[in-house]
């Protein structure tokens, strides 16, 4: 069994403020630490379940968070970014059997966590597919879609996960943070670490096609973006048009095409 993970860091247990996502800040190293532990607690869990080989992508920031030598032979790490338009699934393609989420977070335009954004926090407010708020897992599922891979297990904050169960009940889920305003409620680190190892096991125990993501017939994406130039400019980008006030529309049927526009205008 060849498992992919990706991990981010917004959805760590303890994760609350800017500072501790940011590499070489005082408070980043611990919990670049936590969010090592808990993607090899998904490994081990994997392992556990009878997987053989294991990549996983380091896609929080610089691509430069987890410890490498923190895991075991069976995992290769991509670190850093190879800048295609798989992004933070690099990599991913048809020899995979399954596709593990660890830290990510709900979508920009929620409230669920004082983190929540869609891709570049910088200059992009939200990103909508067919009209609903799209979060990093809604894209990267598509993503693993395209060659037929299931979404066997997501960790994250609690209002991520119940996104995740509307579009696919069977995948499993583990809620380790509420976020109310600019707070969050943490599930204990070690407890995060044990249950995540425990659900990864029975998520790749269970029927893997049963978890596979439906991705639409056509897409329509919108991404809405803080400064309306920057919309006015990035709606040039061939195929998309300009809404007013900052938003950039595109259209189609292919969802690769959704992956390169996101990845140039984001």
Known sequence: MKIYISADIEGITGVTDWDETKQNHPDWQAFAKQMTEEVLAAVNGAVKAGAKEIIV??????????????LPEEVKLIRGWTGDPLSMVAGIDESFDALIFIGYHNAGGTITNPLVHTMNVSSVL??????????????????????????????????????VNKFNSNIVTLGVKDGIGGATINMNPKKAVIETEKLVKEALNKDLDSMKVKSPEEFKVQIEYKDHKVAYKNSFYPGAEFIAPRTVEFKT?????????????T
């Open 57 to 70: 992508k380091d896609a929080h920031d610089s691509g430069r968070n987890i410890d490498i030598k923190a």
């Open 126 to 163: 939200t990103i909508k597919i067919n009209d609903e708020y799209a979060s990093e897992f809604l894209l990267n599922a598509y993503a693993g879609a395209l060659y037929k891979v299931p979404v066997v297990f997501v960790s994250g904050d609690s209002g991520l996960t119940k996104e």
């Open 253 to 265: 049927k292919e969802y690769y095409e959704v992956l390169r526009m996101i990845h140039f205008l």
